[in-house]
Structures are given as C-alpha cells and as structure tokens.
C-alpha cells in the first residue's frame, strides 16, 4: 500500500510544485567575456529546467558586491538586490572558478555576505534559509575542487542550506595545460552524468522542502 501513495505523491509534486533557482556566478571575469563558469553553470540550470525548475545566472563580478558580513553594507551595495532574489528562489547554485587551488575572491566574497543569514529568522525561529537548496558548481584547468566543493558544501550548511545527495558537479582540465572548459568540444560524459543527477536529486529535495519545512526551534 506505501509504494503506490508514495510514488503517486512524487509524480503530483513534480507536476503542481513549480520550483526557481538562482545561481550566482562567480567568475573573474566581466561581461561580455568569456567563462567557462558560465558554460557549466548554463549547463546546470538547463538540466534543471527539465524537472520544472526555471533558473537565472547572476555574473556577480559585474555588480558592486560590498566587502562586509551584513545584509545591506549601505550605499550602492549590490548585495541586497542579489539577496532578495535568493530568499525568492527554492535552489540556490554557487558556481566558482579554480585559481591557485582555491575558489575564486568573487565567491569568498558570496560567502562572507551569507554569514547574514544567521541573524535572519522567520517568525518561528527559523533561518529564512531552511527549505533552500544549495549546489556546488567548480570549474578550472587545475586541482582543487573537491576542497572548493567541500568548503562551499560547509559553508553553505552552516548559514542554512540544505545540500542534496551529489549536490556538486565539477571538472578539471588535465595537468599543467591550459585548455579551458568553455573550449571543449563536447560535454565529458561523466560532468553530464553527474549534472544530471545533481538537477534531478536537487528539484526532487527543494519539493520536499517546500511541502513539509523544517520545524520551528
């Protein structure tokens, strides 16, 4: 009898639960250039939208992001804009590049400004991140990912999201070359696989979130 209640369940949460994503791009470099972050998150916001999760990329680089832990650093802050589209959306995607092994100055800088969400409560108790998805998304012809991937994993944890099973997709080049993602000629077939997933294990999270919220404190 659980089987047919539970599976029923799932299809009508996928069909009536519309769900939104943001996702922040963290890339060094400004419009119009060229970014491999751009590709690869694209790539996750597209996988995204097949299981009825409409998203939008924010290149952060180009907005004046105030250094600071508030939510609102005062004028010509950029950040409270970019805030109130996350509290807006169910899935949040912060996507990096690797420079020197680590995730780039732009993305510690999201981090330091999502330190202020620990101070933003709902009228139960809760932080107004609880019910949020959060994905890792890394890129870079070097090492480094599953450190950027592990940190943003905590990170994002601790001010409130919730990480789904393989909620991180990643690729590095080979060893001391220079190719870069946005120059590749296909897709490799494993950052598919695991795009795949990572969309499918996020929408199917973020609608049961939506439908039954964490408790009060």
Request: hydrophobic residues 40%; aromatic residues 4%.
């Amino acid at each position: 009898m659980v089987a047919p209640v539970v599976a029923g369940y799932r299809r009508g949460m996928a069909t009536s639960t519309p769900l939104t994503a943001l996702a922040l791009n963290c890339t060094l470099t400004p419009s119009p250039g060229g970014s491999s972050t751009e590709v690869m998150t694209d790539q996750v916001l597209e996988a995204l939208r097949e299981h009825g999760v409409e998203g939008r990329s924010v290149r952060v680089v180009d907005l004046d992001v105030k250094p600071g832990i508030e939510a609102d650093m005062g004028a010509g802050d950029a950040w409270p804009g970019i805030r109130q589209q996350m509290i807006e959306a169910d899935i949040l995607v912060v996507a990096t590049p690797t420079w020197v092994g680590h995730r780039s100055s732009v993305a510690q800088r999201v981090v330091e400004r999502l330190d202020a969400e620990l101070s933003a409560t709902d009228d139960e108790g809760r932080l107004e991140t609880f019910g949020k998805v959060a994905l890792a998304v890394v890129v870079g012809n070097e090492d480094g990912a599953h450190a950027i991937t592990a940190g943003l994993y905590q990170s994002l944890n601790d001010v409130g999201f919730t990480i789904p099973a393989q909620g991180g997709v990643y690729w590095n080049g080979e060893a001391m070359t220079t190719t870069d993602y946005k120059d590749l000629d296909e897709t490799p077939k494993a950052v598919a696989t695991t795009t795949k997933t990572l969309a499918a294990n996020a929408a199917h999270l973020a609608r049961l979130l939506k439908q039954d919220h964490y408790p009060p404190a």
